[in-house]
């Protein structure tokens, strides 16, 4: 049982071992302001949590997340029970809700909305996604070593597109660029061939406005808004055409497409999730392209800058020896806020991890918590108590991905009884899930994170050091300075993490959702008080701060007297450069 122990501003008070009785505050009725997501309350949220699922990419459970919606239903608890999670990246998939042309599948929906409603009822925020990769499985024939997901049968029939080959490629994501018939497709795609785009967005259209009609006011609230179309490419570039112009002349209009599609469909005040082009942030130089809609100005608050972030040099096996370290992702990661603050709208990176297994699957503890790490700020561990006016916002994030079958499959490859794939994720190779069914294939202390999910106020600084492992090594980033020994002793060892925010009268508190297993001292200059995984902090304007630490044994009225006065010291640093 978690003990919070609260440093009050004049005492020192000790919180009961039992949760409070106080519910969890609603985050729901989200939107965009100032850059950042913002609840029914008026606080600053940060989303955090999992794909559901990479399943959407196989047929075995036609196109759906998942077999029923007690599996479901099981996710969802499980996931919240073992990360704290509160939102989740929802696929969908063309291929289901439309098999043959014009005719939208009720009964598909139907799975799908009550699959949904299983997150949805259990409190988190859902993200649908319009799901594709290399376009749709259909342009694969049956003995390729690779498959696709997304378009419906019907639409490769009437393109009638060359034989696929993506040649020498050793990995799926060659295909992109490589092979024949995903380019021309993809190329048809954008330019409207035979009215595919017309049809693509008319069906959207229609299940989006199912998902209204069929979910409560309750938690059609609970809907993020809309990703209309994973990783996007050209397929083939026009003649003079550059990944910049097609960004503004191909991608921007057909988003705006879409968001007219969606405020016909009932969803007016729901951001659309949008996506650059796919290689816009590529670290591997010769796969990278310009782009993150440099041409488009301020979006505004009916869109969100959506990203997604993979190592490319780590998963290569060539370009990067060795493990990530501290800071590893800043730039990136510091990249894809300024671009948001550029286009004057919030971000989130609704994919990003490293594979599980395979040559470069060493690396993967030191790249999730250096990705993770880079969510939280943008500064490195080393840096973040000197310069924590430079922290930046604390990004929304969903990891790929959460896979209840995962290393359990029965999938028949591009159809082929004879090639049925059982292992892993069960599609070109893949191993991303951090569950097998609904255990834990990582560490808990990477996955179950302290963070601000929701601020009443202004969020200027924040850092984890999770002291998740690699191996039987842990891996601290983030040791607290020597100028602060009060607070260093209270850490010690253990997990901590540190909230500055200028704070704001609200009707709800400031709430860190707390990892399960986290034995918690707070620090403060407010009350702190417990509601199940949540720590709460009143709503009160002013600076403020909050050290949550995992101490080895309970600090003495003095140690923590003399941590609230270093904090208190330290903390207005954090204002500089801020507003």
Not at 6 to 20: E, I, N, R
Not at 84 to 112: C, H
Not at 328 to 334: C, E, R, V
Not at 348 to 362: Q, R, Y
Request: charged fraction near 15%; include cysteine.
């Amino acid at each position: 049982m978690r003990a919070l122990i609260a440093v009050l501003a004049a005492a020192t008070a000790v919180l009961s071992t039992a949760p409070a009785a106080t519910a969890v505050t609603e985050t729901r009725g989200l939107t965009v302001h100032n850059g950042t997501f913002v609840d029914g309350h008026g606080r600053e949220v940060v989303l955090r949590g999992f794909n559901i699922a990479g399943e959407v990419k196989l047929a075995e459970n036609g196109f759906l997340p998942f077999a029923s919606t007690a599996d479901a239903q099981a996710s969802a608890a499980a996931m919240r029970r073992l990360t704290g999670a509160n939102a989740v990246r929802f696929m969908i998939s063309w291929a289901g809700v439309e098999p043959v042309k014009g005719q939208v599948d009720t009964g598909y929906l139907t799975k799908l909305t009550d699959q949904m409603r299983a997150f949805l009822d259990a409190g988190f925020e859902v993200l649908p996604d319009y799901h594709q990769d290399l376009y749709s499985r259909y342009l694969f024939n049956t003995g390729s070593w690779y498959s696709g997901d997304g378009a419906p049968k019907w639409v490769v029939d009437q393109g009638h597109y060359p034989q696929e080959s993506c040649g020498l490629c050793v990995h799926w994501g060659q295909n992109v660029t490589n092979n024949g018939a995903v380019t021309a497709a993809t190329s048809d795609f954008w330019h409207n061939a035979n009215g595919v785009q017309d049809e693509f967005v008319n069906q959207a259209t229609q299940t989006m406005r199912y998902l209204h009609d069929h979910l409560t006011a309750d938690e059609f609230a609970g809907l993020a808004g809309m990703d209309p179309w994973n990783e996007p490419f050209a397929g083939r570039y026009d003649s003079n055409q550059t990944s910049q112009s097609w960004e503004q002349t191909v991608l921007w209009p057909f988003f705006q497409r879409f968001r007219q599609a969606m405020d016909t469909a009932g969803w007016p005040d729901k951001p659309a999730f949008v996506e650059p082009n796919m290689f816009w942030n590529a670290n591997i130089s010769f796969q990278k392209q310009v782009g993150g809609f440099l041409d488009t100005g301020a979006m505004g608050a009916r869109y969100v800058f959506n990203t997604h972030f993979y190592d490319e040099l780590a998963q290569s096996g060539v370009f990067m020896p060795g493990k990530a370290g501290d800071g590893q992702y800043s730039n990136d990661f510091g990249t894809i806020r300024d671009r948001a603050t550029a286009l004057g709208t919030a971000a989130i990176v609704t994919e990003f991890g490293h594979p599980l297994t395979g040559n470069t699957s060493d690396k993967t503890p030191t790249v999730d918590k250096a990705m993770y790490q880079a969510l939280d700020s943008r500064l490195s561990g080393a840096n973040w108590w000197s310069h924590p006016a430079q922290s930046g916002p604390v990004l929304s994030g969903t990891q790929w991905h959460w896979d209840v079958y995962s290393g359990q499959h029965h999938e028949l490859m591009n159809d082929n009884p004879n090639k049925v794939q059982t292992t892993a994720d069960a599609w070109n190779g893949e191993d991303y899930s951090a569950v097998q069914g609904n255990q834990l294939r990582q560490d808990s202390r990477l996955l179950d994170r302290l963070y601000p999910a929701a601020v009443a106020g202004h969020t200027l600084a924040f850092t984890y050091e999770d002291r998740s492992r690699d191996g039987s090594q842990v891996l601290t980033w983030n040791p607290v300075p020597g100028s602060m020994p009060a607070t260093s002793t209270i850490v010690g060892s253990g997990r901590y993490g540190v909230l500055v925010w200028q704070g704001s009268a609200s009707d709800a508190p400031t709430e860190l959702h707390v990892p399960a297993d986290m034995n918690a001292v707070v620090v403060s200059d407010l009350t702190a008080s417990r509601a199940g995984d949540r720590l709460q902090l009143p709503a009160t304007p002013g600076l403020h701060y909050a050290l949550v630490a995992e101490s080895a044994a309970t600090p003495s009225d003095a140690q923590l007297a003399a941590a609230r006065a270093e904090l208190a010291r330290w903390a207005p640093s954090a204002t500089a450069g801020n507003s």
